[in-house]
């Protein structure tokens, strides 16, 4: 098949959308696809240009965008849409694309625009909470948004702008508006893909049943093996340890951390790969309280796995309801056992007691932490470990969701070509 996959962002600097865009795109290719990615770029003016990256051709639709808060946003959305959608048109009739598949919020409308105009397949994948937050995060402070109503909207806007959000209370409109818009041109997607079941629940008030499908992120086993196979440069991973992997911050439960390990004062140290707003602090709170954490910082990918597939188990205390973690898949996949808290998507990892641990609580997670780590239970940490390599072999691995993916591709071609017109279009 004749694909495209328009990407907000696309390595090598780029987060995690990026980064399964391009592991989607890969695997693709790999299975003897044609691929183009499309990606917009934030320049002076409009314009494209062309890059390689691992043996796959970028198509970058440059465009300005302004710098002010909201002006920002209307220069990203609005105003680009129409004009990303007309260049899209024109590159998926001269590259005669089958299935256009967008991939984050700057995308999706204008590849769904596109696609209707030249009567292709479109597709979308939602790795976020962008169709149902103007901030994308679906939290208000610490907390999970009730809902992006209009008092609400008004009570994010200082949470989130501090003294500009009480200046900036009309465009509370604006925002209500703009939200509307996405949540418009998604709904219009052939397919429209939610990496956990979590996110298919937000999405089913306004996306058809029928074009609904919970579809995740992938892992490439082998290539996780492979990199995590050569020991760890840190030091203190020389012997047996905990590990946080993630940002220094409220939401990601870092406070729940500390509170984690004040009352289950295990025996073993806690590493914490990853770095943030609340480091400073972390570090007077371990150092007053003689806590047994030592924070490493970022450190690169490749050691993150190097650490996952050595740590006795991985500590995932995170508040806000995760999409899908790919900490925890790659965790999993290297057969980490993981005591997470049971939130959003996370429980289409993990089952409780069967390949990890889920806690809804504080105290249930101290109990379980004690418990887990007694010498008693050596084989039932085993089990887990097996358990969860076993998981993420059957539901998230990249033989298996790329098939998922590619058989999706081919059933929505069949369906826009009509009876008369069999197969031709969705050979390889």
């Not at 959308?17 to 409009?46: D, I």
């Not at 760890?232 to 406070?255: D, M, T």
């Not at 808290?341 to 990892?349: C, F, N, R, S």
Request: aromatic content about 8%; proline content about 7%.
């Amino acid at each position: 098949m004749r694909l495209a996959l328009v990407s907000d962002v696309f390595p090598p600097k780029c987060g995690g959308s990026g980064w399964s865009t391009f592991y989607l795109a890969q695997a693709l290719q790999q299975r003897g696809h044609q691929v183009a990615v499309v990606v917009p770029k934030e320049g002076h003016s409009f314009g494209h240009s062309q890059r390689l990256y691992e043996g796959l051709e970028i198509t970058e639709f440059i465009y300005p965008a302004a710098r002010l808060p909201f002006v920002r946003n209307y220069t990203r959305n609005e105003r680009l849409y129409p004009r990303f959608a007309a260049f899209l048109e024109n590159f998926f009739r001269e590259h005669e694309i089958e299935v256009a598949h967008g991939q984050h919020y700057l995308t999706i409308p204008p590849t769904v625009m596109a696609a209707q105009r030249t009567g292709i397949v479109s597709v979308a994948t939602v790795r976020d909470y962008w169709p149902l937050c103007y901030w994308t995060t679906h939290l208000r402070g610490s907390q999970i948004c009730p809902g992006c109503s209009a008092i609400n909207r008004l009570k994010c806007l200082p949470a989130n702008q501090g003294a500009l959000g009480l200046v900036a209370a009309p465009l509370s409109l604006y925002m209500g508006a703009n939200l509307r818009l996405k949540q418009h041109w998604l709904a219009q997607a052939d397919a429209t893909l939610a990496v956990s079941s979590y996110i298919g629940e937000k999405l089913a008030s306004f996306v058809p049943s029928e074009r609904l499908h919970i579809l995740p992120n992938f892992v490439d086993l082998d290539e996780l093996e492979r990199e995590a196979k050569p020991a760890p440069l840190a030091p203190e991973a020389a012997a047996p340890f905990l590990l946080y992997v993630g940002k220094l911050e409220e939401n990601k439960g870092i406070r729940l951390l500390l509170d984690l390990l004040r009352q289950a004062r295990p025996a073993l140290p806690t590493l914490i790969a990853g770095d943030g707003a609340l480091r400073a602090e972390i570090e007077q709170v371990v150092l007053a309280e003689g806590l047994n954490l030592k924070i490493l910082g970022w450190v690169e990918h490749a050691e993150v796995l190097r650490l996952l597939a050595r740590t006795e188990l991985l500590l995932f205390p995170s508040l806000w309801p995760e999409p899908l973690s790919r900490v925890l898949l790659e965790a999993t996949g290297l057969g980490t056992l993981v005591l997470a808290m049971d939130t959003g998507g996370t429980p289409d990892i993990l089952r409780s007691g069967e390949n990890g641990l889920l806690a809804h609580h504080l105290p249930e997670m101290v109990a379980q932490l004690q418990s887990i780590l007694k010498p008693e239970n050596s084989l039932e940490r085993i089990r887990l470990r097996q358990q969860a390599r076993r998981t993420t072999q059957e539901n998230f691995s990249k033989e298996v969701v790329v098939s998922r993916v590619e058989e999706l591709y081919k059933r929505l071609a069949v369906k826009r070509a009509g009876p008369e017109k069999p197969g031709s279009q969705f050979q390889r």
